[in-house]
Structures are given as C-alpha cells and as structure tokens.
C-alpha cells in the first residue's frame, strides 16, 4: 500500500469553512510535503514540514506533524472556492544506497469548495 | 521563466506504436522525474534521474525507458504502447532530492486503444 494515506478521501464543505485533511503513513520519514491539484492540471507544491518540526503556517494552510503517530494535518481555514482541488500528501524517506530518497505520493483527498 | 513543460499535451496511439514525451525545465534543478497518475492510485514514480547523464528506475518502471543527455531535458520513451501505458504523465524536478519540493509539468494525458 502507499506510504502516505489520505483521509477522507473526499471532503465537501461552504466557502469560509474549514477543511481538515489527514496523512498517515507508516515508516519513518525526514519530510512530509502536501500538494495540490487543480483539474486537468500539474500538481503544485503548498509547504514542507521535516520531521523535527511540529507545525508550519503558509498563509491560511497550517499543517502539523505527529512522528509518534506517523500522521500529519493540513487545515485550509475560511475555504474559498478557489481552493476546490484535490490534495496529496508525500513523505519524503532516505532510501539506503540511492542519492535521491523516495517520495512517496498518497492517493488525494477530493476537496470540494461550495460557494 | 516557463518552469517545467511538457510536449505532447494529448496522444493517441495504438498498441505496439512507439513515442517520446518531452520535458525541459529551465530551473537548472539537478532531479528530474517521469510520474503516472491513475485514478485511485496517487502517483507513481516511473524513472528519475539525479543529473544530467544518469538516469535509475522507479517503482514501476517496466516498458518504458528514459534519457537525459541535458540536463534542462529528461525525455520518456514507450517502445511498444499497450493499453496498460493509458494514464497522465507528469514530469517534475527539483533541486536536489527528496528533501526538496518538487516542480511539475502540466501533464501528457496518452491514451492507447
């Protein structure tokens, strides 16, 4: 299975509500990264957290890192619908032998912004 | 700056053709790499390279085969499409490894019948 699970895996809210989505993974991990994907498009980079940090804030995402329990939030506050998108999470892991690591992409979460 | 571009856009092409996906960057990012999307399957890294002149597989790398000979280039070869090579492919880079985001194409949406 992959190494970062999202959940849910869709989410529908009203504008200027706030999303929660959850990343849980199971081995251990130097980053974690969160990205998104607008329809029919490349996915972009929202904010990377290492593993010795507890939480960062990009504007209005905050996402936090549990170690201990291998999990990770992202929060999108006041949701607009803009931000309709779909959201992955990658953890970003040594790879014994190979320069580049590993990063691991999850399956999304739909998040679904109603205006 | 343009980023990371990918050509084609959209293919169509029967079992057994063969083809080539382009993808520049113009971010001088050492890493680049070739992706599949499919639904309810995130992405899958296919091939990667770590700098110009190298390349290294991925987790599912069968069928397909890559080429970086510049460095702002990383080219993805099918030699014989199979309808199992149906997907969205993304390249991305990055400056160096896994400890740094990743900068994606638009995607190649390749469809084989």
């Known amino acids: 299975s992959q190494q970062g699970e999202e959940d849910p895996q869709a989410l529908s809210i009203q504008e200027g509500e706030n999303a929660t989505m959850n990343c849980s993974y199971k081995?251990?991990?130097?980053?974690l990264q969160w990205y998104r994907q607008n329809s029919g498009r490349g996915l972009v980079h929202l904010i990377l957290i290492r593993s010795n940090e507890r939480e960062k804030h990009s504007g209005r995402l905050r996402v936090t890192l549990d170690t201990s329990k291998k999990s990770s939030s992202l929060l999108i506050t006041a949701s607009r619908a803009a931000d309709t998108a779909s959201y992955f999470c990658?953890?970003?892991?040594?790879?014994?032998?190979?320069?580049?690591?590993?990063?691991?992409f999850g399956q999304g979460t739909i998040l679904t912004v109603h205006p | 700056n343009a980023g990371v571009t990918q050509t084609p856009k959209f293919r169509v092409l029967k079992t057994g053709q063969s083809m080539t996906l382009l993808c520049a960057q113009d971010m001088n990012h050492e890493y680049m790499y070739w992706y599949r999307q499919d639904p309810g399957m995130g992405l899958r890294l296919i091939h990667y390279?770590?700098?110009?002149?190298?390349?290294a597989k991925g987790e599912v790398p069968d069928g397909y085969n890559v080429s970086r000979l510049k460095k702002q280039n990383f080219l993805l070869g099918l030699e014989s499409a199979a309808p199992s090579q149906t997907s969205v492919y993304f390249c991305a880079s990055s400056l160096q490894g896994y400890s740094y985001e990743q900068y994606f194409g638009p995607g190649t949406r390749l469809t084989v019948t």
């Open positions: 990658a953890t970003g892991s040594f790879s014994g032998g190979t320069s580049y690591g590993k990063l691991t």
């Open positions: 390279s770590v700098g110009e002149g190298t390349t």
């Open positions: 081995t251990s991990i130097n980053n």
